[in-house]
Structure formats: C-alpha cells, structure tokens
Nanobody, 112 residues
Framework: QVRLVESGGGLVQAGGSLKLSCIAS????????MGWYRQTPGKQRELVAS???????TYADSVRGRFTISRDNAKNTVYLTMNSLKPEDTAVYYC??????WGQGTQVTVSS
C-alpha cells in the first residue's frame, strides 16, 4: 500500500549536479517527515538530509551547503538537489518516510 519510488540517479562528473525525486503513495504525505539516506558496500546506511512536515530541514555535515532537500506536498514528492558532487558521494540513495517506508534506491555515481 505504501510505496516510495525514486528516480534521477545516474553517472555524473565531479563538480556536477544531479536531482533525485521520490514520489510517495499510500500515505498522507503532508503529515510525514521525509528523508534521503545513502549506502555504499561495507558502510552503514547514513542519513543525508531530512525534511519535516513543517518544512524544517537537516543535513549531514558532509553535504551541508551542497545538497538541498525540498518537498512538494501537492505532488506527493520529495527532492534532493545535489550540487558540487564529489566521488565520495557515490552511493545508492534511498527515500525514507516517517511511516518507516523505504524506496528501492537509485544509484548515484560520481567520477573524478
């Protein structure tokens, strides 16, 4: 019933930009905090950014100033705009909802 579907991943050169999208269904989207996590092999899945139902945002120190999380409640969509990408940003990025739902992930690869 609850479904999160990510899109927008791909291959980008260092210093480039990418925008991820996550479309949610099966929830009252506007009432849920949302977030983006990322994971690489051998490392713990980490929170990259979050946005609350009141639009307050948080960011991991590693991405603050480069990434921006936003949401459009009319479209049931949360976005992650990634600028000044670095090779260490390479990971599978997952959409997460406060209802503890997860997307299937989208691969982001940043080449040097």
């Amino acid at each position: 019933q609850v479904r999160l579907v990510e899109s927008g991943g791909g291959l980008v050169q260092a210093g480039g930009s990418l925008k991820l999208s996550c479309i949610a269904s099966g929830i009252l989207f506007r009432a849920n905090g949302m977030g983006w996590y990322r994971q690489t092999p051998g490392k713990q899945r980490e929170l990259v950014a979050s946005i609350a139902s009141n639009f307050r945002t948080t960011y991991a120190d590693s991405v603050r100033g480069r990434f921006t999380i936003s949401r459009d409640n009319a479209k049931n969509t949360v976005y992650l705009t990634m600028n000044s990408l670095k090779p260490e940003d390479t990971a599978v990025y997952y959409c997460w909802g406060q209802n503890n739902a997860w997307g299937q992930g989208t691969q982001v690869t940043v080449s040097s």
